[in-house]
């Protein structure tokens, strides 16, 4: 069956450092991935769309990946702020039907 | 920039109660959904519609139904609330093949 994991359920990490959050799949051809920003009792907000026939995207301090070898998606957050404190999901987009989203990575950014 | 409104954000229902939760896009979007999120399970798929008057069952249809008269509105119904539908519910919408804007969420708590 389809399935669509985050590795860590929760993430933490100093001040400044670079946040690498993991996205897993198995059995999908997604065309495009996606991931969300979440804050506690509010909609998750879009961030960053990545298609299968690209390697890499940025946008500030955030940098996605996508390998459909691997199956993976890997989601940085470079020179870390408190702000960034927030539950972070990846979703599969197949194209045509509706996304998939993982659980969530609750990252905690320490000052 | 896309509003997604959800017209409740918080309700407390009585057990057998028909509940009604109403969403509204401005965006002119094709595709709606509802999403129910508890911790623990992540985002899960009540309910979509592609177009006016279609809709599609999700992952977890049981319990609920769905309305869509109007190209910008789509309305889930709970027929017969009880605990276990005791969550936050979202909707989103969406253009095919682009980013998902998600409402502020209602909390729903069934007693």
């Known amino acids: 069956s389809q399935k669509i994991e985050q590795n860590s359920e929760a993430l933490n990490i100093q001040e400044g450092k670079t946040a690498t959050l993991t996205c897993n799949y198995t059995n999908y051809s997604p065309a495009y991935l996606q991931w969300y920003r979440q804050d506690p009792g509010r909609g998750p907000v879009f961030l960053l769309l990545?298609?299968?026939?690209?390697k890499e995207k940025r946008k500030e301090r955030l940098k996605v990946t996508f390998d459909t070898t691997l199956k993976q998606s890997l989601f940085h957050i470079t020179a870390s702020q408190p702000a960034d404190s927030a539950t972070y999901l990846c979703?599969?987009?197949?194209?045509?039907?509706?996304?998939?989203f993982g659980k969530g990575t609750r990252l905690s950014v320490i000052a | 920039d896309v509003k997604v409104t959800q017209s409740s954000r918080y309700l407390v229902k009585r057990t057998g109660e028909k509940v009604f939760l109403e969403c509204v896009q401005d965006m002119d979007h094709e595709n709606m959904f509802w999403y129910r999120q508890d911790p623990g399970l992540g985002l899960r798929l009540i309910y979509f519609?592609?177009?006016?008057?279609?809709?599609e069952k999700g992952d977890i249809p049981e319990g609920y139904s769905v309305s869509r008269e109007k190209k910008e509105r789509f309305s889930l119904i709970l027929e017969s609330a009880s605990t276990n539908q005791t969550s936050m519910y979202l909707c989103?919408?969406?253009?095919?093949?682009?980013?998902?804007?998600f409402g502020e969420g209602s909390w729903l708590t069934v007693v």
């Open positions: 989103a919408s969406r253009l095919r093949g682009n980013t998902i804007y």
């Open positions: 990545i298609r299968e026939n690209e």
């Open positions: 519609s592609y177009d006016v008057k279609m809709k």
């Open positions: 979703a599969l987009d197949p194209g045509n039907t509706p996304l998939v």
